[in-house]
């Protein structure tokens, strides 16, 4: 059967149309979709940070953080950074020092935090009282030993670098001035981590906008406390004799202490951790030296970030989560009951015997929907 040639024109323009209507939205959605997928192997950069909006973060000694955003949906900015760096003596447990190597006079340093694609400009400081050169190493920047070469500083002199932060996530950094000195300072309590959020905010497993209600920087750090015969604590007069010590103390690999922000105590009793039931609460936790494994008593990580990279999917429900030696990840949890609680690292014998561990005491009403004793403890019937 023949058809007129209109009519199949006609009919031809029709199912035409029909199909680009059926496949515009696919298509639309697919271009969208493509323009918030770039690789992370094709991303491109223009400029220096030489003319953008710069301003000043003022530094504050961990668990707690700056102040900041959590979103910043505008251009990205210069961040302006100082840290002095202090060599002083600190006590780590109860009669027991080190000659401590520290930026800003606390361990860990202070945590920066800026969005991705800010430029962070640091001015690192040496007074003439130190004795020792530093720098830093930034894991979250981009360039040579990341930043250690062109930041080296002998004590009287400061210097000044910047770079982009590229990639968002938590990051540690650390000195780094080459050779043996590299362990020697960082375990001296030369670390600590910077925290780049995307500039959309942080995002829940599905994809949604999640916010914390206050968030905590929390550090374990490995010391090697030099021993006399009789297995007592040295004391040691000056950084330099603590450097020779340290260079055979460390090599046992056999840390004396482990702890949480520089000495035993540094996050309990009166200096631990708080919250209220209800808050969404956002743990850092970094290692700069040594594996651990971080464990919150009666809660867990509703939304853990893998090594702290936020531009993955957060993993929900973790019971521990592992932090790999030059690493820090991050975790965010909302407490649903009241009490004294203990993140600690879960070797256990490190945690309480060595000083791993922090409390977080969270304020509020206890939930029966979730636990209640349904007996007390009474003679076995
Ligand atoms: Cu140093």
């Given amino acids: ?18 199909l680009i209507l059926a496949f515009a939205p696919i298509v639309f959605f697919a271009s969208c979709k493509n323009t918030h997928t770039t690789s ?5 950069f223009e400029g220096n940070g030489d003319h953008l909006e710069r301003f ?10 700056p102040k900041f955003d959590q979103v910043d949906k505008e251009d990205p900015k210069v961040v302006l950074v100082t840290f002095v760096i ?6 780590v447990a109860p009669g027991d020092s080190i000659w401590a190597f520290t930026f800003n006079g606390t361990v860990p340093g202070p945590m920066i935090v800026v969005h991705q694609n800010d430029f962070i400009e640091l001015t690192l400081k040496n007074p003439a009282t130190n004795t020792q050169t530093h720098n830093i190493d930034f894991h979250a920047s981009t360039g040579a030993m990341g930043g250690g070469d062109i930041s080296l500083v002998n004590p009287g002199q400061q210097v000044t670098f910047r770079f982009r932060a590229t990639r968002a996530g938590v990051f540690v950094y650390h000195c780094a001035p080459g050779g043996t000195m590299v362990p020697i300072h960082v375990v001296s309590g030369m670390n600590g981590a910077i925290m780049v959020l995307p500039r959309e905010g942080l995002q829940d497993e599905n994809g949604n906008l999640v916010k914390f209600d206050r968030a905590y920087y929390i550090a374990e750090q490995d010391f090697y406390l030099p021993k006399d015969k009789d297995g007592k604590v040295k004391n040691i007069a000056t950084p330099r004799q603590s450097i020779q010590e340290l260079a055979e103390s460390i090599k046992s690999l056999m840390p004396t202490n482990i702890v949480f922000n520089g000495r035993e105590g540094a996050l309990t009793g009166k200096n631990a951790l708080t919250a209220t039931v209800g808050e969404n609460v956002l743990f850092i936790t970094s290692q ?3 594996d651990t494994r971080i464990h ?4 867990h990580a509703d939304l853990y970030w893998p090594g702290g990279k936020f531009n993955n999917k957060p993993y929900t429900d973790f019971e521990t989560w592992p932090v790999p030696a030059g690493s820090a990840a991050a975790v965010m949890y909302k407490f649903r009951q009241p009490g004294t609680y203990i993140l600690l690292n879960h070797n256990l014998i490190e945690a309480f015997d060595f000083g791993a561990l922090a409390q977080v005491k969270v304020a509020g009403t206890w939930d029966s929907t979730l636990m209640k004793q349904i ?3 009474i003679p076995i019937k």
Avoid at 1 to 18: A, D, Q, R, S
Avoid at 86 to 91: A, L, M, R, V
Avoid at 296 to 299: D, E, K, Q, V
């Fill in 86 to 91: 202090q060599e002083k003596k600190i006590e």
């Fill in 288 to 290: 700069a030296n040594r």
């Fill in 40 to 44: 992370v192997m094709d991303e491109k």
């Fill in 1 to 18: 059967m023949k058809y007129p040639i209109t009519l199949v024109v006609n009919f031809t323009l029709i199912n035409m149309l029909k």
């Fill in 56 to 65: 000043t973060q003022v530094m504050v000694p961990p668990p707690l953080l």
């Fill in 375 to 377: 007996q007390k403890p």
């Fill in 296 to 299: 919150l008593i009666g809660g």
